[in-house]
T-cell receptor, first 117, second 119 residues
Framework: AQKITQTQPGMFVQEKEAVTLDCTYD???????LFWYKQPSSGEMIFLIY??????QNATEGRYSLNFQKARKSANLVISASQLGDSAMYFC??????????????FGTGTRLLVSP | GAVVSQHPSWVICKSGTSVKIECRSL??????MFWYRQFPKKSLMLMAT?????????EQGVEKDKFLINHASLTLSTLTVTSAHPEDSSFYIC???????????????FGPGTRLTVL
């Protein structure tokens, strides 16, 4: 079963506007971590933001914030004031709890974001 | 964030030859590193977990004899693609956790990747 689902293959946004990239996940483990990575055309995976399952508040890192809705099992990434340099592929990922040993990071299929002037 | 480097950034080789890719953690010690493969317009696929001083743990379906992993030091892991064939052409990317706490929130930092083309 797909553990991480990103339903938007591509998104367009105008410069300076906000955009939300969707991510839903599936796990029965009460302890898990959710991550967002950015992959520009150069290929490098850049860590953006992390949300823990027990975190009470939504994570924020500069222009990035994570809209964490635990009951709905969603962890959407919000990018405020989009910039041309935000054009890239964005991956949502999850690691489940470590009670049974190290768990690997599981990635979604990604969303390609294009920011237009 | 922590810095992970990879070398080379791209390599072209002839079919049948072996290619070695290096992954280094530059500002931290990494007891565990990871090797991923990414096909064009696809997500990352974990190939193996590289453990310093011990054998790598390979994911199901990954050929151990084809993709040799050596984690000889706390800052270096190598992936050798042996007897490479055109179907091995791909983007290979490594990552490391500095240092792993054994928690779900351990953040992986990735290298810039290596693009392998086998002719």
């Amino acid at each position: 079963a797909q553990k991480i689902t990103q339903t938007q293959p591509g998104m367009f946004v105008q410069e300076k506007e906000a955009v939300t990239l969707d991510c839903t996940y599936d796990t029965s483990d009460p302890s898990y971590g959710l991550f967002w990575y950015k992959q520009p055309s150069s290929g490098e995976m850049i860590f953006l933001i992390y949300q823990g399952s027990y975190d009470q508040q939504n994570a924020t890192e500069g222009r990035y914030s994570l809209n964490f809705q635990k009951a709905r099992k969603s962890a959407n990434l919000v990018i405020s004031a989009s910039q041309l340099g935000d054009s890239a592929m964005y991956f949502c990922a999850m690691r489940e709890g470590m009670n049974t040993g190290f768990q690997k990071l599981v990635f979604g299929t990604g969303t390609r974001l294009l920011v237009s002037p | 964030g922590a810095v992970v480097s990879q070398h080379p950034s791209w390599v072209i080789c002839k079919s049948g030859t072996s290619v070695k890719i290096e992954c280094r953690s530059l500002d931290f010690q990494a007891t565990t590193m990871f090797w991923y493969r990414q096909f064009p317009k696809k997500s990352l696929m974990l190939m193996a977990t590289s453990n310093e001083g011990s054998k790598a743990t390979y994911e199901q379906g990954v050929e151990k004899d084809k993709f040799l992993i050596n984690h000889a030091s706390l800052t270096l892991s190598t992936l050798t693609v042996t007897s490479a064939h055109p179907e091995d052409s791909s983007f290979y990317i490594c990552s490391a956790i500095p240092p792993p706490k054994g928690l779900a929130g351990d953040t992986e930092f990735f290298g810039p990747g290596t693009r392998l083309t086998v002719l």
